[in-house]
T-cell receptor
Framework: AQSVTQLGSHVSVSEGALVLLRCNYS??????LFWYVQYPNQGLQLLLK??????LVKGINGFEAEFKKSETSFHLTKPSAHMSDAAEYFC??????????FGAGTILRVKS | DAMVIQNPRYQVTQFGKPVTLSCSQT?????MYWYQQKSSQAPKLLFH???????NEADTPDNFQSRRPNTSFCFLDIRSPGLGDAAMYLC?????????????FGPGTRLTVL
């Protein structure tokens, strides 16, 4: 069975600082991995996805993530945080039967 | 633009009064999902349709039902809402297949139960 662990339910960074949101996965098959962002009272928006091509994946809004099989990780990074990045971020892995398995989410706070 | 649309965005109902939430899509995707999301939690899958094939999650209460009259529309019916059913309800779509399961989400409907 697939599972996702997001380390840190809340992360706080200063504007302009590096953003690092951690995601570790467990999968019995080669995984497909996703990062979604959710702003208050909105649906989930896909930031980026790993589908077994390049291990470094670039997404929207300057985010990127690196797939590391040896560490079973797919951490999300952005070199310089912006106030508009404040949101909740979900890591997800493809599960069985057309489903996604989500992590618990990480709320990102950006301080001015 | 192709998209997933949910109506209404905000819904207020009374305890025990049936309510229906609506989802439509212009992506022509085979699979449609309904999720329940409570504050600061991950979305919880209630059920999904693969075309007209309905797939219920084992822990979804009987109080929650769904209909999919055609490819474009899917409805979530809550027969007797309780206070614990207040949440954000998210609809999503995807294409099936052996590869990745990227899902496209609507903006959600915030349900309040009085």
């Amino acid at each position: 069975a697939q599972s996702v662990t997001q380390l840190g339910s809340h992360v706080s960074v200063s504007e302009g600082a590096l953003v690092l949101l951690r995601c570790n996965y467990s999968s019995s098959v080669p995984p497909y991995l996703f990062w979604y962002v959710q702003y208050p009272n909105q649906g989930l928006q896909l930031l980026l996805k790993y589908t077994s091509a390049a291990t470094l994946v670039k997404g929207i809004n300057g985010f990127e993530a690196e797939f590391k099989k040896s560490e079973t990780s797919f951490h999300l990074t952005k070199p310089s945080a912006h106030m508009s990045d404040a949101a909740e971020y979900f890591c997800a892995v493809s599960g069985t039967g057309n489903k996604l398995v989500f992590g618990a989410g990480t709320i990102l706070r950006v301080k001015s | 633009d192709a998209m997933v649309i949910q109506n209404p965005r905000y819904q207020v109902t009374q305890f025990g009064k049936p309510v229906t939430l609506s989802c439509s899509q212009t992506l022509n995707h085979n699979v449609m999902y309904w999720y329940q999301q409570k504050s600061s939690q991950a979305p919880k899958l209630l059920f999904h349709y693969y075309d007209k094939d309905f797939n219920n999650e084992a822990d979804t209460p009987d109080n929650f039902q769904s209909r999919r009259p055609n490819t474009s529309f899917c409805f979530l019916d809550i027969r007797s809402p309780g206070l614990g059913d207040a949440a954000m309800y998210l609809c999503a779509t995807s294409t099936p297949g052996p590869y990745y399961r990227e899902q496209f989400f609507g903006p959600g409907t915030r349900l309040t139960v009085l």
